[in-house]
């Protein structure tokens, strides 16, 4: 990518898009185009035409979607399918039909069916039945990988996709219901901490496995790829390493200072027993992650502190 290039970041203000953008402006990218929801709503197939048409991005790092926990996904089904596939669907072709050089697309390790093998390796995609809570998410996002592929086969368009594990890390969305993993407990245990109380309730068993990445390593990856990865499958994007709920709900309990106990309700739902990214694709191509899991939560905490003080 060239300094001067035009590149426009798709969802500029989400978790991942302002990470993104922060790496850009570090990087001394200085002709980073963007646009809000509200601004360009990016489901108008008829908007986002008028927009490539005016704007020829160079570059696009599509990372606008509609996003949520296990309880959004859950509930607001065919929103979380309507939404992602209009908006892929009318960037990548957008991107194409303004000869975009270039245009990688954000997905999820939800994309995996439930039951695969662990670590999940990339071809594992579309082996099996997906976890039935996010299903219509990761079709979508399957769609969007797909649309890639097709376009690249097609019209020889160089559009990339990664998949990155679970994020978490500045920007990140602390709404009471629609959270993640990271986010919800740092609220809960933080709240608990306030008010004083002797313990913290948490959804399931707790013996999930999980993986988290802070976010601008994630942004960092999206760079690293933008400028070094040209393949038509996709590139997982990861740690390659997990831990317990339980041990994560521990360890962000030490980060808050919450003094009381955690019990664990085995009553609720607990999703995906085990989401593990096999990450060797990328670690082959020299890249690796830098922030490591107690540092992200750490300043995830002092972010979290910041943006309920405001
Ligand atoms: N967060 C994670 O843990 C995680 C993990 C793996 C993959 N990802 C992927 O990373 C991408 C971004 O996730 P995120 O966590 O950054 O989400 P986010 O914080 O919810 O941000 C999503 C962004 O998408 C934009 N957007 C949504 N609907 C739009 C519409 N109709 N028109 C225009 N813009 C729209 C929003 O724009 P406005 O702010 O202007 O409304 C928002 O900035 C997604 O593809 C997601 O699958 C995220």
Not at 71 to 98: G, W
Not at 109 to 118: D, E, G, H, L, R
Not at 132 to 161: H, M, V
């Amino acid at each position: 990518m060239e300094k001067s290039a035009k590149v426009f970041v798709a969802g500029h203000r989400g978790m991942v898009g302002s990470a993104i953008m922060r790496k850009l402006t570090e990087n001394n990218f200085l002709n980073v185009i963007t646009r809000t929801s509200e601004q360009l709503d990016l489901r108008n197939q008829q908007e986002v035409d008028t927009f490539f048409k005016a704007e020829n991005p160079d570059y696009v790092f599509l990372a606008a979607a509609k996003v949520g926990g296990i309880l959004a996904n859950n509930v607001y089904r065919a929103e979380f399918l309507y939404d992602n596939l209009l908006i892929e669907s009318n960037i990548i072709h957008a991107a194409y039909k303004y000869k975009t050089k270039k245009l990688l697309f954000l997905g999820s390790s939800c994309i995996y069916p439930k039951m695969a093998p662990q670590p999940l390796k990339e071809e594992y995609l579309l082996t099996g039945l997906l976890e039935p809570t996010n299903e219509p998410y990761a079709i979508a996002k399957i769609t969007g990988i797909k649309l890639c592929e097709a376009y690249r086969d097609q019209y020889g368009c160089n559009f990339i996709s990664a998949m990155p594990t679970n994020l978490y890390g500045q920007g990140d969305n602390y709404h009471p219901e629609n959270s993640h993993v990271i986010p919800g407990l740092i609220r809960r245990f933080h709240d608990a901490k306030m008010n004083r109380n002797d313990h913290v309730a948490i959804w399931g068993s707790g013996s999930p496995l999980r993986e988290f990445l802070y976010v601008d390593d994630l942004a960092n990856a999206c760079l690293f790829l933008m400028e070094k990865y040209n393949e038509k499958l996709f590139i997982n994007i990861g740690t390659g390493i997990d831990i317990t709920i339980k041990d994560l709900a521990e360890l962000i309990k030490e980060v808050v200072g919450f003094e009381g106990s955690i019990v664990f309700d085995a009553s609720k739902p607990d999703g995906t027993p085990r989401k593990l990214m096999d990450v060797s694709k990328l670690a082959a191509m020299g890249w690796q992650y830098s922030i490591f899991l107690k540092e992200g939560l750490t300043k995830t905490y002092e972010f979290f502190k910041d943006e309920i003080s405001k």
